[in-house]
């Protein structure tokens, strides 16, 4: 047999063994592709990719997704501009680098607004991920066995705070926040029973499915009762908090909030921390940097600068017109005949909106199906999901931020809601919906909600 040269053994060995059959399968195929490609040919089409993607999401569907958001054109701009470039270590005005006189500035006015957008006197900025800046707040507040409570995951709870993401890395003891299914809430005198016998260090509240606000004050007076810190995950709500249309976390009794800069925010991929205690601030900033990173994105904190002027704003009218489309297709789809969870409670109060099909399927191939038809939402798991085998997820959540920041409104919902009847209940040929919600898609050419 030839000896294999290094650029064919790198081909033959692209693969990841432990990952799941269907990602080992797409893998292998895209990886076969590659062999034998010119470092230019590969090049080229990547940036192929990224403008068909862009075709394709962007432009010629209508994006549930609860996890992603459009940018404006300002904020964008900032991600391609040298700043992406350049290090940055230390505070502002006491950097270890040369040459950043404008650059911290940027980074003081990113804290600035932050802080003005959360009401907070602390903001951390430099993390790059939601994930992240949760991790730097397990850093600096608990150690290695220490009892945390978070929301299960199926009400909603976010990996990261579990036992398969950050807090089980750090090595945290996980028990869960009693959760009333029947209400989609916390079970108050649950948390107090389960508080006082484990005495947690930290009780988490936020979730990835957060339809109605938490009784902060009350998960509040039950941490002063055993001594946890209130941690508030506002990972997906940031824009309808700044928006003053949501609740305030800190001002209802948090702790601190932690909270990506995309989703609802409307800003680049990126991790946020705020705070009004200087203790916990001064200890997340002492994870930060130098515990966390050393450089970081100074153009990601530029375009987080943007977006966050761009939410004190506009951000009270755009976080109204997220939770009145929210509620506008969450009772258009119960009355196109879909089972709308929490319909007895009024359906959401935030821009999210879950519904089970259960008796479709699931959520998995509901969402398939209207991918296919240019409607992009995910799968989510649900209470009923509690006691199923793994990976079973009855649900599909929708997150109403993007299609609200490209102007469309509960008209638009209505006509939303007829194109997922005739996919998952009438079962028409996705292809055919696609062409209506192409056409639904190319009324809104212009981002809103920004300078």
């Not at 089409?45 to 404006?72: I, K, Q």
């Not at 943007?306 to 939410?311: D, R």
């Amino acid at each position: 047999m030839k000896p294999a040269t290094k650029g064919e053994a790198v081909h033959e060995q692209l693969s990841i063994p432990w990952a799941s059959a269907a990602a080992q399968a797409y893998l292998s195929g895209i990886g076969k592709g590659l062999a034998g490609r010119k470092p230019r040919e590969s090049a080229d089409r990547v940036r192929m990719l990224a403008e068909e993607h862009e075709a394709w999401l962007d432009n010629a569907c209508l994006c549930f997704y609860a996890g992603t958001n459009v940018m404006s054109p300002a904020a964008r701009r900032l991600l391609s501009s040298t700043l992406a470039t350049r290090p940055s270590m230390g505070h502002p005005g006491d950097k270890y680098q040369p040459g950043v006189r404008y650059l911290e500035q940027i980074e003081v006015i990113a804290m600035d607004l932050c802080r003005r957008l959360f009401r907070a006197r602390f903001a951390e900025t430099r993390l790059p991920s939601g994930s992240s800046v949760n991790l730097s707040v397990f850093l600096a507040l608990t150690k290695a066995g220490d009892r945390i409570l978070a929301l299960p995951e199926w009400a909603g709870g976010h990996p990261t705070h579990r036992e398969e993401g950050m807090a089980g890395l750090h090595g945290l003891a996980i028990s869960d926040v009693p959760f009333d299914p029947s209400k989609m809430a916390v079970d108050l005198d649950g948390l107090r029973k389960v508080a006082k016998d484990l005495r947690p260090v930290l009780i988490i509240v936020g979730a990835s499915l957060v339809l109605f606000p938490y009784p902060l004050a009350e998960v509040r007076r039950i941490a002063d009762e055993v001594g946890a810190i209130l941690m508030y995950d506002g990972a997906h709500l940031a824009g309808l908090i700044a928006g003053a249309q949501f609740q305030d976390p800190l001002a209802e009794g948090a702790h601190l909030m932690t909270t990506s800069t995309y989703k609802t925010f409307g800003g680049p991929p990126g991790g946020l921390v705020v705070s009004n205690d200087p203790e916990i601030a001064r200890r997340i900033d002492r994870v930060a940097f130098p515990g966390m990173t050393a450089n970081f994105d100074c153009a990601r904190v530029a375009s987080v600068a943007v977006a966050a002027a761009e939410l004190l704003e506009f951000g009270p009218a755009y976080a109204k017109a997220c939770i009145e489309n929210g509620q506008a297709v969450a009772q258009a789809l119960s009355t196109e005949g879909f089972d709308v969870v929490a319909a007895a409670h009024g359906f959401t109060r935030s821009h999210h909106v879950a519904v089970d099909v259960h008796g479709l399927g699931g959520g998995a191939e509901a969402a398939r199906r209207l991918e296919a038809a240019h409607i992009i939402l995910s799968k989510f798991i649900l209470p009923r999901d509690a006691a199923a085998p793994p990976g079973q997820m009855s649900g599909l959540r929708l997150g109403l931020q993007e299609v609200t920041r490209r102007g469309l409104g509960p008209a638009e919902m209505a006509e939303i809601a007829r194109c997922v009847r005739r996919v998952l209940l009438d079962g028409e040929d996705p292809a055919r919906v696609a062409d209506d919600v192409r056409r639904i898609r190319q009324r809104f050419p212009k981002v809103h909600y920004c300078f």
